[in-house]
């Protein structure tokens, strides 16, 4: 009920405002009026409703976030609350009885949006985000070159992926200077490959994000010039399947390999970190 919403979301203000101070927050009025937006615009359904619609036509499941930020996996503490990896998607095609094709999303170059490790970060690279702007949280969005190590990283804890959707091709293209990170320096070693662990291993990390910040990119000597989709296929040994040169669906394209592993589908929805198509 709305009055009880209110009584616990009131509760949980003064707790925090008591350990913290002053919250620049919104009004619980307005935090209630929200929720009660939100609950008529969604739908209940029971445990049949996923098994529907995947037998009805493709279903893409998206990632919120980037495996990066996986809250077991990721460069602790800068990681989310969540779990960004294919997991929570795996899971729920499982009790539906189905699989899919794992496709891994990413850019011909690398963001971070506020803190934490980034090892290839270049604040000379001019690559605008018109639709990442500072935030009170966040912080600066960053940029940097190409980064095989902690993509490769992101492949080995997700389990690997079937095939890479590589965006912003249109954007590499304008920019020559961009260039592939295929290993570190750190502590006086070449490495190629960051170590993968079990899920929950803070400690692990943990000590991951301290090596990193204390490491710098090994590049090649030239960046790829207009074939970044075979670049990236070489350095994570993983097919490119789909590829964008822009903001728009007509801006999306199916490459040889995509078009024998994807088939005819109507077109492949690009973001996130991680999509499933079932």
């Not at 927050?25 to 739908?43: I, L, N, S, T």
């Not at 495996?67 to 990681?79: A, C, I, K, Q, S």
């Not at 920019?175 to 070449?190: F, T």
């Amino acid at each position: 009920a709305p009055a009880t919403l209110a009584a616990k979301l009131a509760e949980l203000a003064d707790r925090l405002a008591a350990e913290i101070g002053t919250l620049h927050a919104p009004p619980v009025a307005d935090v209630v009026a929200a929720y009660r937006e939100f609950g008529q615009r969604v739908r209940l359904v029971d445990g049949m409703h996923l098994g529907q619609l995947l037998r009805a036509g493709p279903v893409v499941f998206e990632g919120a976030q980037g495996v990066l930020l996986d809250e077991w996996h990721g460069f602790h503490p800068y990681t989310t609350w969540s779990t960004t990896t294919f997991a929570n998607a795996e899971t729920l095609l499982a009790e539906a009885g189905h699989d899919a094709t794992r496709i891994g999303v990413i850019r011909c170059y690398q963001t971070r949006h506020g803190p934490g490790p980034f090892v290839t970060e270049d604040p000379t690279l001019e690559l605008p985000e018109p639709h990442n702007a500072r935030g009170r949280w966040q912080g600066q969005v960053r940029t940097g070159h190409f980064d095989a190590v902690a993509l490769r990283y992101a492949l080995a804890v997700t389990g690997g992926a079937d095939a890479i959707a590589l965006t912003h091709v249109d954007t590499a293209a304008r920019h020559p200077e961009l260039r592939i990170c295929r290993a570190y320096q750190v502590d006086g070693k070449v490495i190629a490959h960051l170590p993968a662990g079990p899920a929950g291993d803070l400690d692990r990390t943990e000590a991951l994000t301290r090596r990193l910040l204390r490491a710098s990119p090994v590049y090649d000597r030239a960046g790829p010039g207009q074939d970044w989709p075979a670049a990236v296929a070489s350095a994570l040994n993983v097919p490119v399947a789909v590829t964008s040169r822009g903001p728009r669906a007509v801006d999306k394209r199916l490459t040889a390999d995509g078009a024998i592993l994807l088939g005819p589908a109507p077109s492949v929805t690009a973001g996130g970190a991680g999509v499933h198509r079932a």
